[in-house]
């Protein structure tokens, strides 16, 4: 047994994800995405985050078990992770919008559960749940913003959080400064590579 301090729920992320490219199994069908890599399953539909002006792929969405799943990968200090920063950055952002925000201690380490203001079509006023989860890799950190029906049913969340851990992170050997988003693309078509 090591004396080394490991943070909650972060102790069996190399055997459970999200991986390291180190750490992936490489004869599995990942979709590559430049940054991350997904893990293709029946029902999960994908889409890129584009950023309007520069058109730079800033997260990708995906859609599964009836719920969101939105991730972006960033670079991260070799010695210390950026979660417990992101989440008191995230609670001040949703608290400032006028929403609530509570921690918990959710299957993947500390979460954060949201309230968020949204408006309606109609512009009424109402509330959208969301799931902030985030793990610290090897000079990586992948955040997650979980919505849909994983924020509140337990088999869905269970599924989505499956599909969290599946994904693998690739930092790449390029010096970057921490907290800078691990750049993302367009998948190859299938059958070219």
Known sequence: MSDDVTPVGFG???STGPFDE???N?????IDLGGIKVLPREGLNLRLEVEEQTKRIVAV???YAESTLQVQPFAAPRSSGLWDETRDQIRQQIRQQGGRVEEREGPLGPELL???PVAGPDGTQGKRLA???GVD???WFLRGVIG????????AAARVEDLFRSIVVVRGGSPMPPRDLIPLKMPAAPGTA
Do not use: I, K
């Not at 490489?26 to 990942?30: I, S, T």
């Not at 849909?148 to 088999?155: I, N, P």
């Open 61 to 63: 969405g995906l859609d």
């Open 148 to 155: 849909g029906a994983a924020t509140s049913d337990v088999e």
């Open 131 to 133: 799931r902030f989860v």
């Open 26 to 30: 490489p004869v599995r069908p990942y």
């Open 114 to 116: 949201a309230e968020v």
């Open 12 to 14: 069996d992320r190399a």
């Open 137 to 139: 890799g090897p000079r």
């Open 22 to 24: 180190s750490e992936a």
